[in-house]
């Protein structure tokens, strides 16, 4: 075998060796990354220590009714509405989690649950298709309202 032959299969293991090495890189942090998103989406959230479940569907109940009064009065139109209903509400999905884990063991407290994130879903389509209806009224009613010399309704979050 002469030098230029030797030099050449040198190069190529090289190579070999190299694109091996970035491959060994680049997968491991895929699978890294990738697990670590895994766990965080399917493990279950930890059970908040002194949450009640009926109590909690007591608020989520109260912050839903709340958001719905909160997003009535907005004349801004549906983003504005859809902003003041979510974030009245507060409902991410982790404390979704969290108030299902801790009602698991009731069973009337699960359906329950179901039933309140359902109405909480059609309160926030609804809010969508009538802000986008009602939002150009609302508007010209507070026009009206000002030069009537009226004080305009103003939502309060203690008051709804």
Known sequence: ??????????????????????????????????????????????????????????????????????????VLGERAAMAKFRTTVALTPTTLRAIENQCRTDPWARGALRAVDEWRWAEENAVRYESVDLAPSRRKIRTIEASLGLQPLRYSPLNP
Do not use: H, W
């Not at 279950?44 to 109940?61: F, Y």
């Open 1 to 74: 075998m002469d030098e230029a032959t030797r030099l050449r299969t040198a190069q190529r293991i090289g190579r070999r060796i190299g694109i091996g090495f970035f491959a060994l890189i680049v997968a491991t942090f895929v699978i890294v990354c990738s697990s670590q998103i895994l766990y965080q989406g399917f493990r279950a959230p930890d059970a908040v220590a002194g949450l009640d479940c009926r109590s909690e569907l007591r608020n989520l109940i109260r912050d839903i009714r709340k958001a719905r009064a909160a997003a009535e009065v907005e």
